[in-house]
RNA sequence: GCCGACGUAGCUCAGUGGUAGAGCAACUGAUUCGUAAUCAGUAGGUCGUCAGUUCAAUCCUGACCGUCGGCACCA
């Protein structure tokens, strides 16, 4: 006798148990056509299933944000059912929804490539079309297992064997077509809709263990509606448009080279970016009373063996030496160890504590071939590193000054927006629980210090202590993962490091390693692409363009870019004889903020006319007014009176 | 590192078993023109590298290097 609870508040009451597809009907029509699932008591259901005892009930229409998952996950099982009807032989393991789409991934002896693309489509809409009921079925272990063996699935015939006795076993079917699944599912394949595309292939190892084999994934898009999909397909170009790979080359910031693969050439005008990032961060940091230093690239290995990086991360060092002497060095992959042997130089006192070290710190590390991208993911970087040696008391109030300076420094660069993820102890770690314990507190204490609200990424900290990490999100959604704070009390002790205390005995200090841009070269890369290239400013390489309509200007356009430069900015002269449209073009293609064009009515009346890049508009002012405005706004931002 | 695709002029790309083309950029000349492409001409390539097959390879085969998309990795 369910008494059903709905989300106006309204109960419904039933002499026999009733399914969720009953339940629409006997609301209304219209509910019967547009649900698509249902959350029972805040679980998602397929709407087939019965409710046999008092419960509350959301129904899930194509307007509700879990229709998407649930479009996804459905797809990803069209596109198996069409897969092995085109390609027989072809084995099905896992499918799942994901953002912005879904995958599936085969095991077939010959890959998978974009020709078979169009076919497989084709039949994934012959599929939808036929608008087939899924049919959720309950099976008994063995007689699942037998099943896919009989047809040959080994690797679903190993899913099964792996799950849990107490998990039921549910098949979902779909015409003729039937696949292991947990569900939920919508009511037919026609739900799916037609906004889907398949984007990609690639190569994916069966359970993302990279001693399993290699199986065959393909990517696929899916969503509510054509206008859905067209948005994030146009999200996609922009993406690419966006590219640092791209921009770098385009405005001459970097270029990348076979001969030195995963470091960066910076040419001026990036060099110059670069260094703008690098003083401000600086005047940032010493505002904050870090102390910068500066420590050794090579670095003998009996210093990584006592930190511990030669045992556990030495396949990622590169490794140096010389003929003449026996030593073996390594280039440096972190800068703490370097750190605390400045730490360690002399006796230290509570007195100096906290001791904030700074370094911009030069780092190689030996990523593997694949991992390298552009200059976001680089094997020789630059870390705006520091190391904060504190007691345990300060990690708190030094964690909520870190966060306050990360988010000031994230405002000043243009990412207000960011989230936190705090991971905790992972499974394999060093130092004991309650080491574990103390310093998770502390940052959960820092966090509620510092007003921070964060996700729980379990399992995820540094073998060494908990983490904070920090995400920001780009003017196209993206998230990037950039700053960092990690808790250690293990590298103090591996080093020896140590202070007196305020009782005259020798205690350990905590460290806090931490990073707000990461690496440059990361952070850069980000930043190139949020801007599109179009940089504040402040930031950008070169800030105006001085050009001419006619050549009785000339002598002018020099005195207005004398002018500017005195006041420090970049700007170069374009007296080219091309039409002042032309050189409108190149120059906003260049990504230039500002272009100043002066002709014979500006050398007369000592003005010019000022256009934004992006912008159409021109505004004719005296030249001394457009110099002082350019000038303040080409000062940094930590500069800037009030 | 693994799977797949790709590598031709500075860039974007065409093309062929008989040693290569276009557009843009560059350079030269003409054009003095008012806010996103003026015209004409010139120059530019060991077709990623190394082997093999062939009378002949940029093209076919193999190995290697690199790039791209994923996977794994990201201390």
């Known amino acids: 006798m369910p008494a059903i609870m709905l989300p106006d508040g309204s109960v419904r009451h039933f002499d026999a148990p009733v399914s969720g597809a009953a339940l629409a009907r006997a609301i209304g029509p219209g509910l019967a056509r547009a649900a698509l699932a249902m959350k029972l008591d805040g679980r998602l259901v397929d709407l087939s299933t019965t409710i046999g005892h008092d419960a509350s009930v959301v129904f899930v229409t194509r307007r509700d944000p879990e229709a998407l998952g649930l479009i996804r996950h459905d797809a990803a099982h069209v596109l198996a059912e069409a897969v092995q009807s085109l390609y027989p032989g072809t084995q099905v393991t896992i499918g799942p929804a994901i953002e912005n789409g879904f995958y599936y991934d085969f095991a077939r002896n010959e890959p998978f490539t974009p020709e078979d693309f169009p076919p497989i489509e084709a039949k994934m809409r012959e599929i939808v079309a036929a608008n087939a009921p899924f049919v959720r079925e309950v099976w008994e272990r063995d007689a699942a297992i037998a099943f896919f063996e009989a047809r040959g699935e080994r690797f679903k015939a190993e899913l099964i064997r792996d799950l849990p006795a107490s998990e039921e076993i549910s098949f979902y079917r779909q015409g003729d077509w039937v696949d292991l699944c947990r569900g939920p599912h919508m009511r037919t394949t026609g739900d799916v809709g037609t906004a889907f595309k398949l984007m990609k292939v690639a190569g994916a190892y069966w359970r993302g263990d990279h001693r399993n084999p290699m199986l065959s994934r393909i990517y696929g898009t899916a969503w509510r509606d054509k206008a859905e999909l067209d948005a994030y397909l146009h999200m996609l170009e922009e993406a690419e448009r966006r590219d640092h790979r791209r921009i770098g080359r385009e405005m001459g910031l970097f270029h990348l080279q076979e001969e030195a693969v995963g470091s960066v050439f910076w040419h001026p005008k990036g060099w110059r970016l670069y260094r703008r990032t690098e003083a401000y961060m600086r005047r940032r940091l010493d505002a904050a009373g870090y102390q910068e230093v500066r420590t050794p690239q090579l670095v003998d290995r009996s210093l990584w063996e006592a930190s511990g990086h030669w045992e556990k991360f030495r396949e990622h060092m590169f490794i140096a030496s010389v003929e003449d002497e026996a030593r073996t060095l390594a280039l440096k992959p972190m800068n703490c160890p370097c750190h605390v042997q400045i730490f360690r130089q002399g006796v230290r006192s509570y007195r100096e504590l906290p001791l904030r070290m700074a370094e911009f710190g030069s780092c190689h590390r030996y990523e593997p ?108 959604g993206r998230e990037w993962q950039c700053g960092t704070l990690q808790v250690d009390y293990i590298l103090p002790d591996r080093l020896d490091a140590e202070y007196v205390a305020e009782d005259g005995t020798r205690r350990r200090p905590v460290m806090l390693h931490r990073a707000i841009l990461g690496s440059f070269e990361r952070f850069l890369g980000v930043m190139i692409e949020h801007y599109a290239g179009r940089f504040p400013l402040w930031l950008a390489p070169v800030q105006a363009v001085v050009t001419t309509v006619v050549s009785d200007a000339d002598e002018y356009a020099a005195e207005v870019a004398a002018a500017l430069r005195e006041q420090g900015l970049v700007v170069e002269v374009d007296l080219g004889r091309e039409k002042i449209t032309a050189k409108i073009r190149e120059h906003s293609l260049a990504h230039v903020p500002v272009i100043l064009v002066v002709g014979r009515k500006e050398a007369e009346a000592r003005t010019v006319a000022l256009r934004r890049l992006g912008g159409e508009a021109q505004d004719v002012l005296p030249l001394d007014e457009a110099v002082a405005r350019l000038a303040a706004e080409a000062t940094p931002p930590d500069l800037r009176s009030a």
Request: proline share 6%.
């Open 369 to 476: 071939s694949g991992a390298l991208h552009g200059i976001m993911r680089v094997r020789a970087f630059t870390q705006d590193d520091a190391h904060i040696f504190c007691t345990e008391a300060q990690v708190a109030p030094e964690t909520a000054r870190f966060v306050a300076l990360l988010a000031s420094v994230y405002r000043d660069l243009g990412f207000p927006d960011f989230s936190v993820k705090f991971s905790d102890r992972p499974p394999v770690r060093a130092g004991s629980d309650e080491v574990w314990d103390k310093a998770e507190a502390a940052l959960i204490e820092a966090c509620r210090l510092a007003g921070v609200e964060y996700t729980l990424n379990p399992g995820e900290g540094a073998f060494y202590g908990p983490k904070l990490e920090f995400v920001l999100r780009d003017a196209i």
